[in-house]
């Protein structure tokens, strides 16, 4: 069975600084992807960043970065210089058997 | 990007009453489409995946009579809840796979749909 697990209910961090959103998986399939999305309270989800199984190397999108350790089975989520706009849910995800599965999400809260 | 609609963006209905939620790819073709539910505080569930022309495949523990999807075209899928009660209050959200995979993620969001059955 496939499984995605983020064990942060919540974070602060203050703006500018880095944060790191961590994200773990299962499955037994040799081919995934896996990606995060940003979710604002208006409720719309927002792609930020996508990591493809057999990628050698780690995605980057602007500000986002995905520290990919697929041995740890792991795809943290970077961000770097936080801005006040990135307080958000981020919902980390795997896409697997033609389906999208959801972690349980992160809500991150950054202070001026 | 890649845009996906969904109409309406909220409703309020009373209980007993069917609802209809559309969900269109506006520049781009999807032979799938997903539909989650998403409680409050909670993480986003898939309810099923609709193909175009075929019958959607539904999740564990989704009424299929209690949830119709209709995917008619390679831009639209329907749910429709039916007899709808105020349990079946959620955050419905649809997503899109781009037919030609453009891109690296090729999987789009809706803006979601708000429901309050009363």
């Keep these: 069975a496939q499984k995605i697990t983020q ?4 974070m602060f961090v203050q703006e500018k600084e880095a944060v790191t959103l961590d994200c773990t998986y299962d499955t037994s ?3 995934y992807g896996l990606f995060w999305y940003k979710q604002p309270s208006s409720g ?5 960043i996508y990591q493809g199984s057999y990628d050698q190397q780690n995605a980057t999108e602007g500000r986002y970065s995905l520290n990919f350790q697929k041995a740890r089975k792991s795809a943290n989520l970077v961000i770097s210089a936080s ?3 990135d307080s958000a849910m981020y919902f980390c995800a795997m896409r697997g058997a033609n389906k999208l599965i959801f972690g349980t999400g992160t809500l991150l809260a950054v202070q001026p | 990007g890649a845009v996906v609609s969904q109409h309406p963006s909220w409703v309020i209905c009373k209980s007993g009453t069917s609802v209809k939620i559309e969900c269109r790819s506006l520049d781009f073709q999807a032979t799938t489409m997903f539909w989650y539910r998403q409680f409050p505080k909670q993480s986003l569930m898939l309810m099923a995946t609709s193909n175009e022309g075929s019958k959607a495949t539904y999740e564990q523990g989704v009424e299929k009579d209690k949830f119709l999807i209709n995917h008619a075209s ?3 899928s329907t749910l429709t809840v039916t007899s709808a009660h105020p349990e079946d209050s959620s955050f419905y959200i ?3 796979r781009d037919l030609f995979g453009r891109g690296r993620e090729t999987q789009y969001f809706g803006p ?3 429901l309050l059955v009363l």
């Design chain 1, 29 to 31: 399939d040799p081919s």
């Design chain 2, 94 to 96: 649809c997503s899109a």
């Design chain 1, 44 to 48: 719309e989800m927002i792609f930020l």
């Design chain 1, 83 to 85: 801005q006040l706009g």
């Design chain 2, 74 to 76: 390679l831009t639209l």
């Design chain 2, 112 to 114: 979601g749909t708000r």
């Design chain 1, 7 to 10: 064990t942060q209910p919540g």
